[in-house]
């Protein structure tokens, strides 16, 4: 199947905020109907077959899946090249060299951040996103113009997609003088969090790094999400420095670990002990699946690790690859880690719904009585088919409002942008 057996009016007769969406697969396979006041779920009733409520304010799914909306746990809204031309990938031998290209490409960009950022994320809600976690790159040569581009597209998009800020040292911390000073400023203006990058791999200095990000995070009461690339026992071994900080600091729930490739390198033993160590202190880890070993993710669950997922990069200097679309990311994940099973899929789909809600600290997810509307129905039966039939989005709401997916009328006339100088 790849329709519900009734899809829902079209888009001009859907109201702008239902109260009823009539007849929903739940999550757990019950079939039900929602109801919808003041942008929240005010109750969960049992579906009557052959039912078909005629109040105004319905909407008939005919069985379709209804999901919380999905969270994109990880990306770079600053970094995205949709809606610009198109630049060819370019092959680098190291992180240097990439973060060295990637400047190179972002000075001869002519479209403005928060036209690219805008572009990414109406294609997110367009594909049920209602919340994200967005690292901007925050180093000396850009300062703070990428947040501010962000923080524009922020408020552009209230009501429409919840964004969170990560302030992101892609330069390094302490190999760039002045980043620190960087990092409190763009806290102060409105990052939700701080990150880091590879402390040893690229700063070679473990304790300067994180020592410095703690402080902050300390400082303006924010949260922690640094990337670790770096492998093998030298990446597990920062993985419990940073355990250890957010023990110490009482930060548990508050840090997350992006990448974590270290993981899928070591042996067993080393992982159980990692694995201890980050769920103890309530450290979570993000995956995006590829571009690099996967942490054994059912082995890091069975230790209480929280686990989930994001984009990471969509068509940028860094991959040409991405479509925002969390059930395709979860496909993927589901792929690399052989997870197939119908319970192994549910397990995928909570890394896009609750586990990465709970990783950014969402109030009010869910599916309940008092939860926020925040919603995706899609054309599935159920949520192994959602995971791996890459099914369209019926619905999108936020905070009860029908947000999407926009109608062709809705779109601007196509123009395709000239092409790129030397491309």
Excluded at 13 to 40: F, K, N, S, Y
Excluded at 139 to 159: I, K, N, S
Excluded at 184 to 190: P, T
């Amino acid at each position: 199947m790849t329709q519900p057996t009734h899809a829902p009016r079209s888009p001009q007769q859907v109201p702008v905020a239902p109260e009823v969406l009539a007849d929903v697969t739940l999550p757990d396979g019950r079939r039900a109907d929602v109801h919808l006041r003041d942008g929240r779920i005010s109750s969960v009733t049992r579906h009557l077959p052959g039912a078909h409520p005629s109040a105004d304010g319905a909407v008939e799914l005919g069985g379709a899946l209804l999901l919380p909306a999905l969270v994109d746990g990880h990306a770079h809204l600053d970094k995205t090249l949709l809606g610009a031309p198109w630049v060819p990938h370019r092959s680098t031998a190291t992180l240097a060299e990439q973060i060295a290209d990637e400047r190179a490409v972002r000075a001869s960009v002519t479209v403005p951040v928060a036209e690219r950022a805008t572009a990414l994320a109406e294609r997110m809600i367009d594909l049920g996103t209602g919340h994200v976690r967005s690292h901007v790159d925050i180093d000396p040569e850009v300062r703070l113009d990428g947040l501010h581009a962000l923080l524009e597209v922020r408020e552009r998009f209230r009501g429409r997609l919840g964004i969170q800020l990560v302030a992101f040292p892609q330069s390094g911390v302490i190999a760039s003088p002045g980043v620190a000073d960087l990092l409190d400023a763009a806290l102060a203006e409105g990052c939700e969090l701080v990150g880091g990058l590879d402390p040893w791999g690229f700063d070679h200095d473990v304790d300067g790094q994180l020592d410095t990000v703690f402080a902050l995070a300390e400082r303006h009461g924010a949260g922690i999400d640094l990337h670790l690339h770096d492998g093998g026992e030298t990446g597990t071994g920062q993985l419990r420095a940073i355990a250890e900080r957010t023990a110490a600091l009482g930060l548990g729930g508050q840090v997350a670990v992006s990448h974590a490739y270290a993981l899928g390198q070591v042996d067993g033993a080393e992982v159980d002990r990692t694995a201890r160590a980050l769920a103890e202190a309530g450290v979570a880890v993000m995956t995006n699946g590829p571009r690099g070993t996967m942490p054994p993710l059912p082995r890091l669950r069975e230790h209480g690790v929280r686990v989930f997922a994001g984009s990471d990069n969509i068509r940028d200097t860094w991959w040409p690859f991405g479509t925002a679309d969390m059930l395709e990311r979860a496909t993927t994940i589901g792929l690399e880690g052989a997870l197939m099973t119908d319970g192994e899929l549910h397990q995928i789909a909570e890394l896009v719904t609750g586990e990465a809600a709970d990783a950014l600290r969402l109030p009010d997810y869910g599916l309940t009585p008092g939860c926020r509307a925040d919603l995706v129905a899609v054309a599935a039966h159920g949520v192994p088919e959602a995971v791996a039939a890459h099914p369209r989005r019926l619905l999108v709401l936020h905070e009860g409002r029908v947000v999407g997916p926009r109608t062709p009328a809705d779109f601007p006339a196509l123009r395709l942008p000239p092409t790129a100088p030397g491309s």
